[in-house]
Nanobody
Framework: QVQIVESGGGLVQPGGSLRLSCVAS????????MGWYRQAPGKQRELVAG???????NYADSVKGRFTISRDNAKNTVYLQMNSLQPEDTAVYYC????????WGQGTQVTVSL
């Protein structure tokens, strides 16, 4: 069982930045594929960004050039740097780990508003 804890959400004005953090348990973290997903009210959960164990990344078209995913295997942590935030980025952001099975965190709320 992999335990996942997200942090870093909050309220930010349009154009602002936030950095989300996700800590995953387990000594094999470096082998996990990690991802950030989000779910806005009334919408399906969608992939925002992913990073493989080898460091390859992929992004949703809507966040390319604004968001950056990275990982620090020494800290069992994956980050999502979010810049130029817009109201449509408002959602609960979830961290996901894939290693044979999928594991999810509880989510962290990001609200972009004046």
């Amino acid at each position: 069982q992999v335990q996942i804890v997200e942090s870093g959400g909050g309220l930010v004005q349009p154009g602002g930045s936030l950095r989300l953090s996700c800590v995953a348990s387990g000594s094999a973290f470096k082998f996990y594929s990690m991802g950030w997903y989000r779910q806005a009210p009334g919408k399906q959960r969608e992939l925002v960004a992913g990073i493989t164990s080898g460091g390859s990344t992929n992004y949703a078209d809507s966040v390319k050039g604004r968001f950056t995913i990275s990982r620090d295997n020494a800290k069992n942590t994956v980050y999502l740097q979010m810049n130029s935030l817009q109201p449509e980025d408002t959602a609960v952001y979830y961290c996901n780990a894939k290693v044979l099975k999928e594991f999810w965190g509880q989510g962290t709320q990001v609200t972009v508003s004046l």
